[in-house]
């Protein structure tokens, strides 16, 4: 049974960080692009990071580059999104996505962050 567990949300103030996984299960992380979306309230789903198959490239959203860091740990078949400096704008529910093409893609359920002082 294909599954992505996101965990590591939470309420945090301005400047902290949090670090959110996405453990898989029922596919190989490293056969997939994986990526991390996230969509606020009364907004559209947008792309926050995106890894490729070889892990040797990673695309970042202009909004949170130099801040945010994408990582995957093959052996726990897991991806991490370290999230650094932390504004209120980042506030949203993150989703951890895998693709092996458009046609076959996976979603996890999603995990709240926010960020309030």
């Known amino acids: 049974q294909v599954q992505l567990v996101e965990s590591g949300g939470g309420l945090v103030q301005p400047g902290g960080s949090l670090r959110l996984s996405c453990a898989a299960s029922?596919?190989?992380?490293?056969?997939?692009?994986m990526s991390w979306y996230r969509q606020a309230p009364g907004k559209e789903r947008e792309l926050v990071a995106a890894?490729?198959?070889?892990?040797?490239?990673?695309d970042y959203a202009d909004s949170v580059k130099g801040r945010f860091t994408m990582s995957r740990d093959t052996a726990l078949n897991t991806v991490h999104l370290q999230m650094n400096s932390l504004k209120p704008e980042d506030t949203a529910v993150y989703y951890c996505?895998?693709?092996?093409?458009?046609?076959?893609?996976?979603w996890g359920q999603g995990t709240q962050v926010t960020v309030s002082s």
């Open positions: 996505k895998a693709a092996y093409n458009r046609f076959l893609t996976y």
């Open positions: 890894m490729t198959r070889s892990g040797r490239s990673t």
């Open positions: 029922g596919f190989d992380v490293y056969k997939y692009e």
